[in-house]
């Protein structure tokens, strides 16, 4: 890592601190002026220190089963955060790659296409929110409600754009191709599927903060694990301050999945030195 990219990240993280520093302030501010009360929007100073109090809350199965030691708390949490978070790996992994799939043979094999894009033009529009009945209807509650919302969240929208970026491919590509005697096939793996992931991976970026809220509304309303129901039992039982310690780790861990896949996007995507379309960092 050279000086100046390590010089780069310590001016990012300098302007992060002041941001959330400023952000803090300002809402702690609001909160000595008197306001709001404590009741309804706990400031950072009050339900941080009730943190240790919180923790047990983490565990679903044991809710009432009284005090238990501070490493079975931590446990608690990593195992309610890794319930989301495989949920909404999942959802995604399969939308994208179902996505992409979908998009693909749409565009290359037209009788398909003609079947099956009304129906995805249809069903894109309809929120993945209003799907939610449906989803408990067929899975039930646990995982699969959950995961099936994030896929609904992701699949339409990288299909729809799958077909866009396809048919933006520059034509001087597909006849240098045919040129060099390549096949359908060859052409799709070397010319258009490099060409079209940059854009993907940048729309998949933009819906992982959907994907996260379709996530927390589907564990609201049909799961007994993940920071949704977290959230839902605090707001059930009245608890302000684990509603405010259950909204910071759902931001915390929306920025550090948000950086791992920008990571990933940066692997997948190696014959790019800079991500067409990224987001800022």
């Given at each position: 890592?050279?000086?100046?990219s ?15 520093g ?9 909160f ?12 950072p ?6 943190l240790?109090n ?28 890794s ?19 979908t ?43 959950a ?22 491919v ?14 359908r ?13 940059p854009?993907l ?10 994907a996260w ?8 309303a ?36 948000d950086s ?9 995507l ?12």
């Amino acid at each position: 890592m050279s000086s100046q990219s390590i010089k780069h990240r310590i001016t990012d993280f300098v302007w992060w601190c002041i941001s959330i520093g400023l952000f803090v302030g300002i809402w702690e501010l609001t909160f000595s002026m008197g306001l709001y009360s404590a009741q309804f929007l706990p400031p950072p100073h009050i339900f941080l220190g009730d943190l240790p109090n919180q923790l047990q809350h983490f565990d679903f199965s044991k809710a009432n089963a009284g005090e238990k030691a501070a490493s079975s708390h931590y446990h608690a949490v990593a195992k309610t955060i890794s319930a989301t978070v495989i949920r909404v790996i999942t959802g995604l992994s399969l939308g994208f790659i179902l996505g992409v799939i979908t998009g693909s043979v749409i565009r290359y094999f037209r009788w398909f296409g003609k079947l099956l894009l009304p129906t995805v033009t249809l069903l894109a529009p309809i929120s993945p929110f209003a799907w939610l009945p449906v989803a408990v209807f067929l899975f039930g509650i646990g995982n699969k409600p959950a995961i099936f919302m994030v896929f609904l969240a992701v699949y339409f929208i990288i299909t729809l754009a799958a077909i866009a970026e396809i048919d933006a491919v520059q034509k001087n590509y597909l006849n240098v191709a045919k040129i060099m005697g390549a096949t359908r096939l060859q052409t799709y793996v070397q010319v258009i599927l490099p060409a079209i992931l940059p854009g993907l991976f940048t729309i998949l970026r933009l819906n992982l903060f959907a994907a996260w809220m379709v996530v927390l509304i589907a564990e609201s309303a049909g799961s007994d694990s993940g920071l949704g129901a977290l959230v839902m039992l605090a707001k059930m039982t009245g608890a302000p301050n684990l509603v405010m310690i259950g909204m910071v780790v759902i931001g915390i861990v929306g920025f550090i999945f948000d950086s791992m896949l920008r990571y990933v996007q940066k692997r997948v995507l190696y014959w790019i030195p800079e991500v067409q379309g990224s987001l800022p960092k």
